[in-house]
Nanobody
Framework: QVQLEESGGDSVQAGGSLRLSCVVS????????????LTWFRQPPGKEREAVAG????????YYADSVKGRFTVSQDKAKNTMFLQMHSLTPEDSAIYYC?????????????????WGQGTQVTVSS
């Protein structure tokens, strides 16, 4: 059973930076792991969960929501089964619980329903 564990959330001032991590475990083989799309979602208080950025494990291709392009960078360390989200120039609008999600043969990478496995989330709070 695939499991995801996020870490790295914190409280920071506007303009600051954070790096989130998502460790993936429980998959059956490297070839299975290579089929994953790993995506960061976030859910601000009282709002819908939205996709932020993600990466395809096999070829490391990345994708970003327009709201974070140029500020956030997604990457992975395949040897450690870990995805990262480096966030710069944070604003209060980036405050949310950030979730890691995994899906195989994903069609719409920004669609919540495409993902079968979710982490518990990590809180990011940006103060002005």
């Amino acid at each position: 059973q695939v499991q995801l564990e996020e870490s790295g959330g914190d409280s920071v001032q506007a303009g600051g930076s954070l790096r989130l991590s998502c460790v993936v475990s429980g998959y059956s083989s490297d070839s299975y792991y290579n089929t994953f799309d790993l995506t960061w979602f976030r859910q601000p208080p009282g709002k819908e969960r939205e996709a932020v950025a993600g990466i395809h494990v096999r070829d490391s291709s990345t994708y970003y929501a327009d709201s974070v392009k140029g500020r956030f960078t997604v990457s992975q360390d395949k040897a450690k089964n870990t995805m990262f989200l480096q966030m710069h120039s944070l604003t209060p609008e980036d405050s949310a619980i950030y979730y890691c999600a995994a899906g195989r043969y994903v069609g719409d990478r920004f669609g919540r329903s495409e993902y079968t496995t979710w982490g518990q989330g990590t809180q990011v709070t940006v103060s002005s």
